[in-house]
């Protein structure tokens, strides 16, 4: 698979969102060179697959991570279940430095509503919030509607309320 880094990345991610993550490691294998991109994707293909120990260990192969990469993953173990190692990554990407952005908060929420987290959930919310004063402002509808859900999945209906409530824009999830 020689030639161009842009096809072959497309078709690693095809193969990924098909189901066939051996197929886009076979692609991924022949590159005579890898991006951020290749890697990221290989870590959604087995992630999508449920092959989280494959995802797990080609995201520590990376020479070079980015917010993708990482929310990739968390977002992996998430979908997966795998609520612990979603928080535990999530841990690790804070104490790394890592920029953080809405999506990868929503998994997080996500994770920590499969679990009823609460006291987690809450310590998110309040990363969100400083992290929003501090930086720029990530709320939007997405992460309202992963807030609302977390709290009234943790039974905390009042909180879930509010911050419907405070929701500058609502949709069907909401």
Known sequence: MEGNMILNNALIDAYGKCGEPNSSYSVFFWMQENDV???TS???AYARASILDEAF???HSMPFRNIISWTALITGFARNRCCCEALNLFKQMLEEGVNLNAQTFVSVLGASADEALIGRGKEVHGKIIRYSNSE???FNMYLYNALID???ECGDMKSAEILFEMAPRRDLVS
């Open 150 to 152: 977390m709290y009234g």
């Open 57 to 59: 260990r080609v995201f």
């Open 136 to 138: 720029k402002n990530l």
């Open 42 to 44: 290989m870590v959604v």
């Open 37 to 39: 991109v290749s890697w």
